[in-house]
């Protein structure tokens, strides 16, 4: 119950809603528990009448009459308490579920990159939707049902021992073995379903990662292996849901045979009195209405038990997720005005999943509205270096200082709001391609997005298509090239007009004259920003400001293109032999 305990605070947060809940609850099952008494009360002057103790037929007729009209209304009171109890109980737990997804939701947003590398998607999503609706099994059904059965039992067991004691003891007789056995079944029950639900977030994870990599199932024509797996888990699920079957099908039948039980000793117990002259008819008739009703919260016991370790165990699996803190903090929320020197003292950084060192005792500063391209070899370090700009990732050892100041003590909201990042590999949302601009300026104009599209060079593709700008990407819709790609995430940096801007290898798939000509515009707009364009190719680095050269997480080289070009090394190499290509 430890990780439940978290959910207090929405106990108190919906007080008055569950409190409500709770009256109407009890005031519903008072009434239910009232059909019984009046069932007896009718059998008994019909008995009264047959034994000559009432003679007048009228009486009875009357007395029949108004019992019927008040089993009927009282019927029809306690089926309104009860629509009234799930409005309020189970509308309750509908309010928490929403609160708790939004909850997770925001922690997922707080938590940092390497949070997202050490869980998967599937799981990820499990815990959001799966665990968040066994949670509210607790809040909800699991609640009303374990009120309902303490004001049945507490009333329903107070009227039959006011009316026969010993007829209660006899019938409660086969009420523990009962509760032991719906307790053993929904132990198993609660062991096979978390199996059950284990196998299903594998289901899901599989799915999910297929459907993001069907390009290269597709293309690698590995069709035949991915059904195999797929076969091979999806059996295994099946497997564990038909064990689980077979127990819940034993519920109902022992349920069954229990009442039928606890009926027969009524009848045989009862009857007994009934022709000891100690009870009337109209008592026996009363008790096998109250077996009835009693029996199913006794079941029900288990049930709810089972369903609040089922909360409890995704509640620890949420708890786990909403107590982690992100790596990535923001210490201050004051608000700094951004110039955009940046300044590298001693930076090393190792990622500490895969113990990496990609960046070795870094020093180099750049000034407020200089570019530095950084170029070296794959796998030498230089989008770990653009991580550490946007704090993406902080560094191991040294400090990163943006106008003077660590990097850690700047407030980061803001220093992401004023990054422009356009990222190796692009992510565009299945969204039109106007929002999928707009992402960098939510309340952007339709010229700011043109322009912003013809700096980026993707204008006159984008009025190409029959839609235009409102052409929808992605799953329903268009793909886009790569190199589009690249230039609709590089307008929608722009747009944003940041004081820094990085463009992570984003003209990799775009050819010379375009990127010749996207070079252009960016020397135009990012005037007066921080730029770092991290690139293979010499001609997006040859008028930056600074160029550096990275080996194995450590600068190499470091100068501007015409003093490089002079010395001997990786620049001057990858130039010569990107000049003897463009000849050829
Ligand atoms: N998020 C990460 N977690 C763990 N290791 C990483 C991460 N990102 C990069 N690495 C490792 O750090 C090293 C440097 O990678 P980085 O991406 O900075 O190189 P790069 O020069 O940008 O390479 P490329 O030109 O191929 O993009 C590599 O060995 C890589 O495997």
Redesign the pocket.
């Known amino acids: 119950m430890k990780a439940l305990r978290y959910l207090n605070k929405y106990f108190l947060k919906y007080k008055f809603r569950l409190l409500l809940g709770v009256l109407i609850t009890i005031l519903s099952k008072f009434l239910a528990l009232e059909i019984p008494q009046i069932i007896r009360r009718s059998l008994n002057t019909v008995e009264d009448y047959q034994n000559g103790v009432i003679t007048d037929f009228e009486v009875v007729k009357h007395d029949l009459l108004i019992n019927v009209l008040i089993i009927v209304g009282v019927a029809v009171l306690s089926g309104f308490f009860t629509f009234l109890m799930r409005q309020t109980i189970i509308v309750t737990s509908r309010l928490v579920e929403f609160d708790l997804k939004n909850e997770i939701y925001q922690q997922y947003q707080r938590l940092s990159?390497n949070f997202y590398?050490k869980n998967r998607t599937g799981d990820l999503m499990n815990r959001i939707s799966e665990d968040v609706g066994k949670v509210r099994m607790y809040f909800g059904p699991a609640l009303m049902y374990a009120l309902n059965m303490i004001v049945l039992f507490a009333v329903g067991f107070t009227n039959m021992f006011r009316i026969d004691a010993k007829l209660t003891m006899y019938t409660l007789i086969p009420f523990p073995v009962l509760s032991v056995s719906v307790f053993v079944l929904s132990r198993v029950i609660h062991k096979r379903s978390t199996i059950v639900q284990m196998y299903l977030s594998k289901l899901t994870t599989f799915n999910q990662e297929f459907f993001s990599g069907i390009n290269v199932v597709k293309s690698y024509g590995i069709k035949e292996t991915v059904i195999s797996n797929f076969e091979s888990l999806a059996n295994d699920s099946k497997e564990k849901n038909i064990d689980l079957t077979k127990v819940n099908a034993l519920f109902f039948p022992l349920m069954v045979l229990l009442i039928g039980f606890s009926n027969l000793l009524v009848i045989y117990i009862g009857g007994k009195q009934y022709i000891a002259g100690e009870i009337q008819l109209g008592v026996i008739a009363e008790f096998i209405i109250y077996v009835n009703m009693l029996t199913w919260p006794v079941a029900i016991v288990g049930w709810v038990t089972s369903m609040v370790k089922l909360a409890e165990v995704s509640q620890q699996r949420i708890n786990e997720f909403l107590q982690q803190d992100p790596e990535i903090k923001n210490k201050t929320h004051d608000s700094f005005n951004l110039k955009g020197t940046v300044e590298f003292r001693n930076v090393s950084l190792t990622?500490d999943?895969?113990n990496?060192t990609?960046l070795n005792d870094i020093s180099f500063s750049i000034e407020s509205g200089q570019t530095i391209a950084i170029l070296?070899k794959?796998?030498?370090?230089?989008?770990?270096i653009v991580n550490l700009v946007s704090r993406l990732y902080d560094a191991t050892e040294g400090t990163v200082l943006i106008d003077g100041i660590d990097i850690k003590e700047c407030n980061l909201d803001q220093l992401r709001d004023q990054t422009g990042f356009v990222p190796?590999d692009p992510f565009l949302f299945s969204d039109t391609i106007e929002n999928n601009i707009k992402f960098g300026k939510e309340n952007a104009s339709t010229d700011e997005i043109e322009n912003a599209a013809k700096d980026a060079v993707v204008h006159e593709n984008i009025v190409d298509f029959k839609d235009g700008y409102q052409t929808i990407l992605g799953e329903r819709g268009v793909t886009l090239s790569g190199g589009q790609k690249q230039r609709v995430s590089i307008a929608r940096a722009i747009i944003k007009d940041p004081k820094i801007l990085v463009f992570d290898?984003c003209l990799s798939a775009v050819d010379t004259e375009t990127e010749e000509r996207i070079l252009t515009n960016l020397a135009k707009v990012s005037k007066n920003k921080t730029t770092f364009i991290?690139s293979?190719r010499v001609s997006s680095a040859k008028n930056a400001d600074k160029i550096l050269v990275?080996e194995d997480?450590k600068i190499k080289q470091q100068g501007s293109h015409n003093q490089l070009i002079t010395e001997k090394g990786y620049y001057k190499e990858l130039y010569s032999q990107q000049l003897l290509e463009k000849e050829m």
């Open positions: 990159l590398k990622y999943d895969t990496i990609a070296g794959t796998g030498s370090g230089k989008s770990s190796q290898d991290i293979h990275l997480g």
